[in-house]
């Protein structure tokens, strides 16, 4: 079938098969390094959590290979690999956010594209080209059925992740513009999903299985194993069934131009993105301090309504829906003056200290309020009523911090490795003529 104009679908597989490298702008080729960078120490923090434990455990039966996993020593099949990679880069909740979708870009993409690069030599440029197209297809499908779609109770991340990882894999593959279409849509049909699994390990497994899909999804094009090649506007189609409008122009509008993913952005905070307005209301405001326990009489906080019905958990069972409770962030804020990696844990949810003051805190939902405002009112015993608050979104998160966050990271989760080096690395990335050189770098030596 001819390529047309008329089909999204189409017209998004051929613009991946004709895009080059050297049209894209340096601006938007730093923010895919700082992408890529990002996700390599989120993996890598998460590589040896007792989560990715678990997960190695269940796997272990079925997914033998030579797909060397980043940060650890196991190896397995690349579909299983990829599905490895963005559990653990996505268990800690640290990763990057496109605030106006909701997605974590890179997860899907760069796990599925590591465990590709396992299976044949990929340069340091032709991978950030495949990220940056993954990233870019993701994003504009997803601000096509925004904001129905995850409002919806759809996760996003997953259920538009998985396009992403089928247009980067496919793009490493060089598929045919027919055979990209056709892995758009064996994405499609294998998309899902649902914030219901938000709090739970199945939240890191929701996106985990987004990048092994769509792994397959270019595997099985790459084989002319055939699919709807115009799902994304078709009857029953991708947007009809999970979208909540019609497509517009600006699905395609300005492709190679304007970069949807150069908008990426990079959490400061290890957890949900919706607590993260709450969270530098508390932190940075001037004035900021920590307060004892018994010095607090009550505190409100007022959010945006989606940000109170998706955040608001009095009392976390454990550390992964610390990261999705409103009350939790704000206690370990004003209670600790920070906001790392070692305050969502299952310690941290547990603490009685930190559940007191968790009891003192009541969430309201506010329409005035966008989701990246927030304001917060602790009311003290002595009578003093101090407020806090958060009017836009926060700032791009600079080199150094990114930086820092790495280091942070790699202490956390891969000791054994060593992050200047990793950065060495990173930093001449783009002149790499194989990747797998950069992930070998991270395996334990026994």
Same mark, same amino acid.
């Given at each position: 079938? *001819?390529?047309?104009i &008329?089909?999204?679908?189409?017209?998004?597989?051929?613009?991946v098969v004709?895009?080059q490298?050297?049209?894209?702008?340096?601006?938007t080729?730093?923010s895919a390094a700082?992408?890529?960078?990002?996700?390599?120490?989120c993996?890598?923090g998460?590589?040896?959590?007792?989560e990715?434990?678990?997960?190695?455990?269940? &796997?272990?039966?079925?997914?033998?290979?030579?797909?060397?996993?980043?940060?650890?020593?196991?190896?397995?099949?690349?579909?299983?690999a990829?599905?490895?990679h963005?559990f653990?880069?996505?268990i800690?909740?640290f990763?990057?956010?496109h605030?106006p979708?909701?997605?974590?870009?890179?997860?899907?993409?760069?796990?599925? &594209?590591?465990a590709?690069?396992?299976?044949?030599?990929?340069?340091?440029?032709?991978? /950030?080209?495949a990220?940056?197209?993954?990233?870019?297809?993701?994003?504009?499908?997803g601000l096509?059925v925004?904001?129905?779609?995850?409002?919806?109770?759809?996760?996003?991340?997953?259920?538009?992740g998985?396009?992403?990882?089928?247009?980067?894999?496919?793009?490493?593959?060089?598929l045919?513009?027919?055979?990209?279409?056709?892995?758009?849509?064996?994405?499609?049909?294998?998309?899902? *999903?649902l914030?219901?699994?938000?709090g739970?390990?199945?939240?890191?497994l929701? $996106?985990?299985?987004a990048?092994?899909?769509g792994?397959?999804?270019?595997?099985l094009?790459?084989?002319?194993i055939?699919?709807?090649?115009?799902?994304?506007?078709?009857?029953f189609?991708?947007?009809?069934?999970?979208?909540?409008?019609?497509?517009?122009?600006?699905?395609?509008?300005?492709?190679g131009?304007?970069w949807?993913?150069?908008?990426?952005?990079?959490?400061?905070?290890p957890?949900g993105f919706?607590?993260?307005?709450?969270?530098?209301?508390c &932190?940075?405001?001037?004035?900021?301090?920590?307060?004892?326990?018994?010095?607090?009489?009550r505190?409100?906080?007022?959010?945006?309504? /989606?940000?109170?019905?998706?955040?608001?958990?009095?009392?976390?069972?454990d *550390?992964?829906?610390a990261?999705?409770?409103?009350?939790?962030?704000?206690?370990v804020?004003? /209670?600790?003056?920070?906001?790392?990696?070692?305050?969502?844990?299952?310690?941290?949810?547990?603490d009685?200290?930190?559940?007191?003051?968790?009891e003192?805190?009541k969430?309201t939902?506010?329409?005035?309020?966008?989701t990246?405002?927030a304001?917060v009112?602790?009311?003290l015993?002595? *009578?003093?009523?101090i407020?806090?608050?958060?009017?836009?979104?926060?700032?791009?998160?600079s080199?150094?911090a /990114?930086?820092?966050?790495?280091?942070?990271?790699?202490?956390?989760?891969?000791?054994?490795?060593?992050?200047?080096?990793?950065?060495?690395?990173l930093?001449?990335?783009?002149?790499?003529a194989? $990747?797998?050189?950069?992930?070998?770098?991270?395996?334990?030596s026994?």
């Open positions: 079938m *001819g390529i047309s &008329l089909s999204p679908t189409h017209a998004l597989a051929q613009w004709d895009s490298w050297a049209d894209v702008d340096v601006s080729k730093t700082a992408s890529w960078m990002n996700w390599l120490g993996a890598l998460g590589a040896n959590s007792p990715s434990d678990r997960l190695i455990r269940a &796997l272990a039966p079925f997914g033998h290979g030579d797909s060397q996993l980043v940060g650890r020593a196991e190896k397995f099949d690349p579909a299983n990829a599905l490895i963005a653990t880069s996505n800690l909740d990763d990057d956010t605030w979708t909701g997605i974590h870009p890179a997860g899907t993409v760069a796990s599925a &594209l590591v590709w690069s396992s299976q044949t030599i990929v340069s340091g440029e032709d991978f /950030l080209h990220f940056l197209l993954g990233m870019e297809v993701e994003c504009r499908i096509a925004s904001p129905g779609h995850y409002e919806r109770g759809w996760h996003i991340t997953a259920t538009c998985v396009f992403g990882a089928a247009i980067a894999v496919g793009r490493l593959m060089q045919s513009s027919q055979q990209m279409a056709w892995a758009i849509g064996h994405a499609a049909t294998q998309s899902g *999903g914030v219901a699994s938000l739970s390990m199945a939240k890191s929701n $996106i985990a299985h990048a092994r899909n792994l397959m999804a270019a595997q094009a790459r084989h002319s055939t699919a709807n090649d115009r799902v994304l506007e078709a009857r189609g991708f947007n009809e069934v999970m979208g909540s409008r019609p497509f517009d122009q600006g699905l395609c509008e300005g492709l131009q304007n949807i993913a150069a908008d990426n952005t990079f959490k400061p905070y957890c919706l607590l993260h307005p709450t969270l530098e209301a &932190l940075t405001s001037a004035g900021a301090q920590i307060y004892a326990v018994e010095d607090i009489e505190i409100t906080v007022r959010v945006h309504p /989606l940000s109170q019905m998706r955040a608001d958990r009095i009392h976390p069972v *550390g992964l829906e990261k999705l409770s409103l009350q939790h962030a704000v206690a804020a004003l /209670l600790k003056g920070e906001a790392g990696v070692r305050v969502f844990t299952d310690d941290a949810a547990n009685l200290v930190v559940k007191a003051c968790r003192k805190i969430i939902g506010d329409e005035q309020l966008s990246d405002q304001k009112v602790i009311h015993n002595n *009578g003093q009523v407020t806090r608050v958060m009017n836009g979104a926060q700032s791009p998160m080199s150094k /990114l930086e820092n966050k790495f280091r942070e990271l790699v202490a956390f989760g891969a000791p054994h490795c060593n992050a200047d080096d990793l950065l060495e690395k930093s001449k990335f783009i002149q790499m194989n $990747i797998a050189d950069l992930i070998t770098m991270t395996v334990p026994s």
